[in-house]
């Protein structure tokens, strides 16, 4: 991998608990205007990256519409989309409204505005056309929440040169409150609108998202999840919004629920075994698995929780019964990226197993993103950012280079 290989950092960042941002804070509240759209966020629309679906809420009722083109303030085309509410508890959402917007060129900036009576504007670019030697920037974040850490660790990736979000799971961390408080779905979405309304995220489920209260009526897990995040998963021919697959640049990427059932002959089992087969790596040679639950996991979070998710393609020989973990020597084996610190409020894990583990090539517990920077069909640049004393630095790389 890098210099840093088998070992685990020695930066500490502070052990409390992050702070979370009060409700009243800017950078959170609603948008000022009559009925403004808000809480906008884009994802990929199809499957093959020339499609966008718009999401936005508002307070009253609006027509769902979305304006856009490729001249800013020229929008001559206009696509009408759907409009959604659902209830939580005691909590009864705004008007989510979605529109997808197809037939897209590559590699095009469009502009859009949404809103009936207060109007705002945005943009994003479509990637390239999809090809083995496309290059192609993505960024990661995991378990992001919203708090003062949050903001920083958004505020360093919109710095950076991420072109599209895969976002890993644990969004809002609504269930850290009493009653899976839904209003901070609303805060959250708020949050992130500075990114998200402007290059799509990628969106992966994870165990905050699941949001199982069978004790005030509240038993369809990922409720707040499927209703506010929509995503393209008939493109994909799957099922369910949990698990699906895009292609963007040259990468194939799956999206897995740890959250979900995946045993033998089960909907996404069987939904997995017949997209392996649709990869085709000599025109996409890249291929991206996200799921929110880590295969190999050397801290003492989350440990083993995958274990049984685990299909057989390893490039560790595990025995757990003694605890042996003895890597193979196989060209045909992943390599696996494990990130979760966006900055939620739950804090840091920063306990590891020890001794490190030979699978181990390096660890740290530090809030950030990530950038995965794919070069060509062979080569990738892994970089990880470390948000530190208000500075974006970068504290972990590799090459990839792909077998």
Not at 63 to 78: H, M
Not at 162 to 170: N, T
Not at 231 to 259: D, F
Not at 298 to 304: E, G, K, P, V
């Amino acid at each position: 991998m890098n210099e840093g290989s088998g070992r685990t950092s020695q930066y500490m960042r502070k052990t409390s608990a992050s702070i979370e941002i009060p409700y009243t804070d800017r950078l959170v509240t609603a948008p000022p205007g009559e009925n403004a759209p808000q809480q906008v966020h884009i994802t990929q629309g199809d499957l093959v990256g020339k499609a966008v679906i718009v999401s936005w809420v508002t307070v009253q009722q609006s027509a769902p519409k979305v304006w856009y083109g490729i001249k800013q303030g020229d929008y001559s085309r206009v696509k009408e989309g759907q409009t959604t509410r659902y209830k939580f508890y005691n909590y009864t959402s705004g008007f989510i409204h979605r529109v997808t917007l197809n037939s897209l060129q590559y590699n095009t900036k469009y502009y859009y505005k949404i809103g009936d009576v207060t109007v705002r504007e945005f943009w994003f670019l479509t990637p390239p056309e999809i090809g083995r030697d496309v290059a192609y920037t993505f960024g990661l974040i995991g378990d992001l929440g919203q708090t003062y850490d949050s903001v920083t660790t958004l505020q360093h990736y919109l710095q950076s040169s991420g072109q599209c979000l895969l976002y890993v799971g644990d969004l809002s961390y609504a269930d850290t409150y009493p009653f899976d408080y839904q209003v901070r779905w609303d805060t959250w979405s708020r949050l992130i609108e500075g990114s998200a309304a402007y290059q799509p995220w990628i969106w992966t489920s994870g165990n905050h998202d699941i949001e199982f209260l069978p004790q005030v009526g509240e038993i369809k897990p990922f409720k707040s999840f499927k209703h506010r995040f929509p995503i393209p998963y008939p493109a994909s021919n799957s099922t369910s919004p949990l698990w699906y697959s895009i292609k963007r640049g040259s990468a194939h990427i799956i999206v897995l629920s740890s959250y979900s059932a995946y045993e033998n002959f089960t909907p996404q089992w069987g939904w997995l075994q017949t997209e392996f087969s649709t990869v085709n790596r000599n025109i996409t040679p890249w291929l991206i698995v996200l799921l929110h639950c880590p295969w190999y996991n050397s801290n003492a979070a989350n440990y083993m929780q995958g274990e049984s998710m685990r299909y057989p393609v390893s490039n560790i020989l595990y025995n757990i019964t003694n605890g042996l973990c003895i890597p193979q020597l196989n060209p045909q084996a992943p390599t696996y990226i494990v990130i979760g610190d966006g900055g939620n409020r739950e804090g840091l894990a920063s306990t590891f197993t020890e001794p490190q583990p030979n699978y181990s090539a390096y660890r740290e517990a530090s809030f950030g993103h990530g950038l995965f920077d794919i070069k060509n069909r062979t080569h990738a640049i892994w970089t990880w950012h470390r948000n530190q004393d208000g500075e974006v630095v970068v504290a972990d790389s590799a090459i990839l280079y792909n077998k």
